[in-house]
């Protein structure tokens, strides 16, 4: 029996499962640790290669383990899964994930580091505050609605509902409902403050790095955008192409070729959603100024005269994200490109 030189760490909120195996692929190590003993554990490990799913808390795990001395990858889950050979138990998954770590073509996450992270909290947080907002929205217009109070789509739809609420002569309302509504307006003015001061913070983190402030010079690229690629794209090395980004982020049509036929499909929305949102909204950004002044981006315009706008905004946003590499990659400026 040898020496371990590969570990697959199923992790876990309160016991990890350990798999390791020597130079020759022999099974030298198969146990359970509590979280507590899991760093113990490591330290007392020689040097070796750790492989884990890139889920929660892996970010950190990962940290700790380097610190170590170890080398650790992190791997998506969806890549490890083939490598269950049958059934779904942490010492078959602890076995397939030390077994995909050590294959030359798996694909491997990028460890953020803790400012990283929570750069990326940011945008996760406005994501709750804006779903709440939305509730709470949603909410006060359909409780006004069953009194026969209704007013148009919007914010300035929402302004006269709320000053309804807050109007205590207006007898449409009754005094019940009027203090339940009221809870509702309150709520809402305090999520709209946290949003906007969310905002503020998202956009200092992007103008507080020197990548951020090339980024919102490209076209499409505001401050939210910017501090999204700086957090999440930690590693932009590990993409060997521009299009492979892309295709992270899923913004490349869905293949279903075979026998030399290509057949492609709507795109594969198998990336970051997050991202592939924020550059779709982007690109509609840049289209709808586009079509008030054709003479500047010649390429857009003849690209609209053949597709609907929103194909050409994911066309858009394809080309965007390669450029956004490019620019991480090279260190260089945005530069407007000359037209033919």
Same mark, same amino acid.
């Given at each position: 029996?040898?020496?371990?030189?590969?570990?697959?760490?199923?992790?876990?909120?309160?016991?990890?499962?350990?798999?390791?195996?020597?130079?020759?692929?022999?099974?030298?190590?198969?146990?359970?640790?509590?979280?507590?003993?899991?760093?113990?554990?490591?330290?007392?490990?020689?040097?070796?290669?750790?492989?884990?799913?890139?889920?929660?808390?892996?970010?950190?795990?990962?940290?700790?383990?380097?610190?170590?001395?170890?080398?650790?990858?992190?791997?998506?889950?969806?890549?490890?899964?083939?490598?269950?050979?049958?059934?779904?138990?942490?010492?078959?998954?602890?076995?397939?994930?030390?077994?995909?770590?050590?294959?030359?073509?798996?694909?491997?996450?990028?460890?953020?580091?803790?400012?990283?992270?929570?750069?990326?909290?940011?945008?996760?947080?406005?994501?709750?505050?804006?779903?709440?907002?939305?509730?709470?929205?949603?909410?006060?217009?359909?409780?006004?609605?069953?009194?026969?109070?209704?007013?148009?789509?919007?914010?300035?739809?929402?302004?006269?509902?709320?000053?309804?609420?807050?109007?205590?002569?207006?007898?449409?309302?009754?005094?019940?409902?009027?203090?339940?509504?009221?809870?509702?307006?309150?709520?809402?003015?305090?999520?709209?403050?946290?949003?906007?001061?969310?905002?503020?913070?998202?956009? =200092? @983190?992007?103008?507080?790095?020197?990548? /951020? *402030?090339? &980024?919102? +010079?490209?076209? $499409?690229?505001? !401050?939210?955008?910017? %501090?999204?690629?700086?957090?999440?794209? =930690? @590693?932009?090395?590990?993409?060997?192409? /521009? *299009?492979? &980004?892309? +295709?992270?982020? $899923?913004?490349? !049509?869905?293949?279903? %070729?075979?026998?030399?036929?290509?057949?492609?499909?709507?795109?594969?929305?198998?990336?970051? *959603?997050? &991202?592939?949102?924020?550059?779709?909204?982007?690109?509609?950004?840049?289209?709808?100024?586009?079509?008030?002044?054709?003479?500047?981006?010649?390429?857009?315009?003849?690209?609209?005269?053949?597709?609907?706008?929103?194909?050409?905004?994911?066309?858009?946003?394809?080309?965007?994200?390669?450029?956004?590499?490019?620019?991480?990659?090279?260190?260089?400026?945005?530069?407007?490109?000359?037209?033919?």
């Amino acid at each position: 029996m040898g020496q371990v030189v590969t570990i697959g760490l199923d992790l876990a909120k309160s016991v990890f499962q350990v798999h390791g195996v020597d130079a020759a692929g022999e099974v030298v190590l198969r146990r359970q640790i509590r979280r507590s003993q899991l760093l113990q554990f490591f330290s007392k490990q020689p040097v070796c290669l750790v492989g884990m799913e890139a889920c929660a808390s892996s970010h950190h795990w990962a940290r700790e383990l380097i610190a170590l001395g170890h080398e650790v990858k992190l791997m998506p889950a969806q890549y490890v899964k083939p490598y269950v050979k049958r059934g779904k138990n942490d010492a078959a998954d602890a076995e397939a994930i030390c077994e995909a770590v050590r294959r030359p073509t798996m694909r491997f996450v990028a460890i953020k580091t803790p400012e990283q992270q929570s750069a990326m909290m940011l945008h996760r947080v406005r994501l709750v505050l804006c779903r709440q907002r939305t509730q709470l929205s949603n909410a006060l217009r359909a409780h006004l609605a069953e009194f026969g109070i209704v007013a148009p789509v919007g914010r300035i739809g929402l302004d006269q509902l709320l000053a309804v609420v807050t109007d205590s002569d207006d007898d449409r309302l009754p005094v019940e409902a009027r203090i339940s509504l009221q809870m509702l307006a309150t709520q809402l003015d305090v999520v709209k403050a946290q949003i906007l001061e969310n905002d503020r913070r998202i956009m =200092a @983190d992007a103008r507080s790095t020197e990548l /951020g *402030r090339r &980024l919102m +010079a490209i076209p $499409g690229v505001g !401050p939210l955008l910017a %501090s999204a690629l700086v957090a999440t794209v =930690a @590693d932009p090395s590990i993409f060997r192409s /521009g *299009r492979d &980004l892309a +295709a992270w982020i $899923g913004l490349v !049509p869905r293949q279903n %070729s075979s026998g030399g036929k290509e057949r492609l499909g709507s795109i594969s929305k198998a990336g970051h *959603r997050y &991202l592939r949102q924020m550059l779709v909204v982007g690109a509609m950004a840049v289209i709808r100024y586009a079509e008030r002044s054709a003479t500047r981006r010649p390429w857009l315009a003849q690209l609209l005269a053949r597709r609907k706008a929103k194909v050409a905004a994911v066309a858009l946003a394809n080309k965007i994200a390669r450029t956004a590499w490019a620019m991480m990659m090279t260190g260089e400026r945005y530069r407007e490109p000359l037209a033919a």
